[in-house]
């Protein structure tokens, strides 16, 4: 029988094990950015959950709704968590993923006002939302007032459609768009969990490419 231990691993371990996988080099890359999340939903969750165990060294998370039993089918959250705030939750959660990640909660919606002081210490944006206009709302906000910034945004990913739909396609110079380009729930389109997820993979991945100095052309 093997006896089960659950002591957390050291700091300098767990760093050893990402440089063994991604390299000094880069692992310094990933350690010392702050990436931020807008939106916590299925592609915040999964997008967070992908940078945390990338060992992104900091995440601004943003959304101010609850979990709801909806959510359990596409999100990162626990029938457990049902009713607490998703910055709670999903911190929760990505401490038990990377315990040394610094992570910085922000249970408010965001808007045209609070944007520049809620992200002003990120060097990538992620877009994250559900509806159309807080979509547009979020990209006009960054590519007008902070244009340093990188945003990797999200458009399309409902339905069963091919899982080969989803792309990743550079805008403009530091504006991504990951997804189908297509499908919407607003036309009554399901959300399917692994659709979803491929694309909060594509901008995860976007968000590590960028820190890497890989560009889409």
């Known amino acids: ?5 659950n002591v957390i691993p050291a700091k300098d371990e767990m760093i050893k094990a990402l ?17 931020a999340v807008c939106g916590l939903g299925g592609l915040g969750s999964n997008i967070s959950i992908c940078l945390a165990r990338a060992g992104i060294g900091k995440l601004i998370l943003v959304d101010f ?9 596409r999100q990162q959250y626990k029938a457990s968590q049902i009713g607490i705030y998703k910055t709670e939750a999903l911190s929760e959660n990505l ?34 939302f559900d509806k159309a206009e807080a ?6 906000t960054v590519l007008e007032t902070m244009p340093e910034k990188f ?3 999200a458009s399309g990913m409902a339905g069963m459609g091919s899982a080969n739909s989803i792309k990743t396609r550079k805008v403009i110079k ?13 036309d009554g389109t399901a959300l399917v969990s692994s659709r979803v997820m491929l694309c909060a993979a594509h901008q995860a991945h976007t968000v590590l ?4 100095n890989e560009f889409e052309t």
């Open 151 to 153: 945003l990797v945004a």
């Open 95 to 128: 401490r038990e993923i990377a315990p040394y990640i610094e992570l910085e909660a922000h249970t408010v919606c965001v808007n045209e006002s609070n944007a520049a002081q809620l992200l002003k210490e990120a060097d990538i944006i992620c877009e994250a």
């Open 1 to 5: 029988m093997w006896e089960v231990v």
């Open 65 to 73: 709704d609850r979990v709801d039993i909806t959510n359990l089918h």
């Open 135 to 140: 979509k547009a709302m979020l990209a006009n």
């Open 209 to 212: 490419r960028i820190l890497a």
């Open 174 to 186: 530091n504006f991504y768009i990951c997804g189908d380009g297509v499908s919407d729930i607003s």
């Open 19 to 35: 440089e063994k996988r991604h390299g000094k080099e880069l692992q310094n890359r990933f350690s010392s950015a702050v990436v």
